[in-house]
């Protein structure tokens, strides 16, 4: 089974600033992994994933996040907030074999302030 | 390409009812997935099709059921409704037939009275 742990509920930060967004998982078996980002009232969206390859990978609207596979990690980080990217964070894992399946974190409410 | 869609977007319910969600992946994809989001559990997963298969199922009653049809589209259904089972509900479709990167619609927001 697969777990995934969000140490953080809430992240305040100011604008321009950088953040990091903590995500650690726990799998017996080799996983994918996922970041998505909730707006209210939407959906999940993509922001990034990690599926093989390069253990530092690039997504939308700035964010990066990097796999650290022996301290079993995903943490996501952008270098200068904005405003906009106030909404909910969400890391995911999904086992390498079989089917279709996203284990979630809690989320991390990313709060920037001016 | 049109995105995933979910009908109805909100519905309120009263205890006891039964309801019917529906989902229409992205054009071309064969997977949908189905999520339960509340406040308290958090996102959890309900189960996936595939080629009008289930072919995985969360820990979830027997009270909540699916379906996918020949087109891909998919339904599922919760009978007796209970109050926990006010939530946002998820829909995600991918192309793959392993696991991927899954596309999400807007959600239906299910209230229970």
């Known amino acids: 089974a697969q777990s995934v742990t969000q140490l953080d509920s809430q992240v305040p930060v100011f604008e321009e600033a950088p953040v990091e967004l903590r995500c650690n998982y726990s799998?017996?078996?080799?996983?994918?992994l996922f970041w998505y980002v909730q707006y209210p009232n939407q959906g999940l969206q993509l922001l990034l994933k990690?599926?093989?390859?390069?253990?530092l990978v690039k997504g939308i609207n700035g964010f990066e996040a990097e796999f650290n596979k022996s301290q079993t990690s995903f943490h996501l980080r952008k270098p200068s907030v904005h405003i906009s990217d106030t909404a909910e964070y969400f890391c995911a894992v999904s086992p390498n074999t079989g089917f279709q399946k996203l284990v979630f974190g809690t989320g991390t409410r990313l709060l920037v302030s001016p | 390409k049109a995105g995933v869609t979910q009908t109805p977007r909100y519905l309120i319910k009263t205890r006891g009812q039964q309801v019917t969600l529906s989902c229409s992946p992205i054009s071309g994809h064969r997977s949908v997935s189905w999520y339960q989001q509340t406040p308290g559990q958090g996102l959890q997963f309900l189960f996936e099709y595939f080629s009008e298969t289930q072919r995985n199922k969360g820990n979830f009653p027997g009270r909540f059921s699916g379906r996918q049809f020949s087109n891909s589209r998919s339904e599922m259904n919760v009978s007796t409704l209970e109050l926990g089972d006010s939530a946002l509900y998820l829909c995600a479709s991918s192309p793959a037939a392993g696991p991927g990167e899954q596309f999400f619609g807007p959600g239906t927001r299910l209230t229970v009275l």
């Open positions: 990690y599926l093989s390859g390069s253990t």
């Open positions: 799998s017996s078996v080799s996983v994918y």
